[in-house]
């Protein structure tokens, strides 16, 4: 490596550790770990930043560095829920990333309460960790304001806006309810239901598209939804779907908002013989553990979660590091897949 001369900036004199970073060519994040010992990092890099930290005779600042300990090499994840896999396998994503550069995670579960949101966010940036990843968009006005004037860094996940200054990683569930209700019609299905539970917005935006499609085909009727706040499970899919045949035997194709209640609406039509996809169509969400080896096989909306979580803390060490990113709003998309129950 070739050694150059920086000018020192820092009040004291003294050189910075973003100068060692700047003259080793890696990221402050990668400095600091190989200053403090950490064993994770490439050996090209731990040489780079040693050279670089002997030219410049950097020597860390032991106040500075108990101070930055309120700041410390945390990243703060916040979920609705950690018995969603939805939600798990994005936090698995986010530590495959973030931990590769020394970066633990602090999870917070609000359990879809926007006040336990709330609590967690204060609770958090009394000692601002490096970044936040939030999910969605949906939260108190307050637990707004605090995020926004903390000053971390931070990308929200699952949902998309266009929103200035705004970073987030997700896709529409509106175009993904959309593209459900299209292939429900294109199979030939006039009395399609949406059946949802656990009415977080996200859910509500995927009926939402779902609803819109139907209307504008002059195929929608309100009275074949049922939506219930009531945790999403299998069990629940059995009860609705025989609650929905019973009342609306009509019914000719349904979407529901998550592959467990599909799951368990396809147990029930063997109860009741009601033959899918020939009676009634049934479509899923979210492509979740088995829907492929349901009988028949669930067709469902595939969510790339876990390339949520990866993408969401790529862009969030690039917040982090003061570097610009293309685009504050990435949109991943998702993919209909087409199996044997519609």
């Not at 994503?93 to 995670?105: K, N, P, W, Y």
Request: proline fraction near 4%; glycine fraction near 8%.
């Amino acid at each position: 490596m070739t050694i150059r001369t920086l000018r020192k900036t820092r009040g004291t004199g003294r050189p910075t550790l973003a100068e060692v970073a700047r003259l080793a060519g890696v990221s402050p994040i990668t400095a600091s770990r190989v200053l403090r010992g950490m064993t994770s990092v490439g050996t090209d890099y731990v040489e780079r930043v040693q050279e670089a930290a002997r030219e410049l005779n950097y020597v860390a600042n032991a106040a500075a560095r108990a101070l930055a300990r309120a700041q410390s090499d945390t990243v703060t994840v916040l979920v609705p829920s950690l018995t969603n896999n939805v939600f798990t396998d994005a936090i698995e994503a986010v530590h495959s990333v973030l931990s590769v550069h020394g970066i633990e995670i602090l999870i917070g579960n609000s359990h879809y309460s926007r006040d336990a949101e709330q609590d967690l966010i204060r609770h958090y940036l009394a000692s601002p960790p490096m970044g936040m990843i939030v999910t969605g968009f949906d939260r108190s006005e307050a637990a707004r304001r605090l995020i926004d004037a903390s000053g971390v860094p931070t990308v929200y996940m699952m949902d998309l806006t266009d929103a200035r200054d705004v970073y987030c990683v997700g896709f529409s569930q509106e175009d993904a309810g959309r593209a459900v209700a299209e292939h429900l019609m294109a199979r030939g299905c006039r009395r399609s239901s949406f059946v949802a539970a656990q009415l977080d917005p996200r859910m509500l935006q995927r009926g939402e598209g779902f609803r819109r499609a139907l209307q504008r085909a002059g195929l929608h009727v309100p009275e074949l939804e049922i939506l219930t706040p009531a945790p999403s499970s299998i069990g629940l899919g059995c009860q609705l779907f025989r609650q929905l045949m019973t009342h609306h035997p009509e019914i000719d194709g349904i979407f529901f908002g998550n592959d467990d209640l599909a799951q368990g609406a396809l147990f029930e039509a063997r109860r009741m013989d009601i033959r899918v996809p020939d009676d009634v169509a049934v479509i899923g969400f979210n492509d979740l553990a088995g829907a492929a080896d349901c009988v028949p096989r669930l067709t469902t909306v595939r969510t790339p979660r876990a390339q949520v979580g990866r993408t969401a803390a790529q862009l969030l060490l690039s917040l982090i590091g003061g570097e610009s990113v293309a685009s504050p709003m990435v949109d991943l998309g998702f993919e209909l897949v087409v199996r044997e129950s519609a």
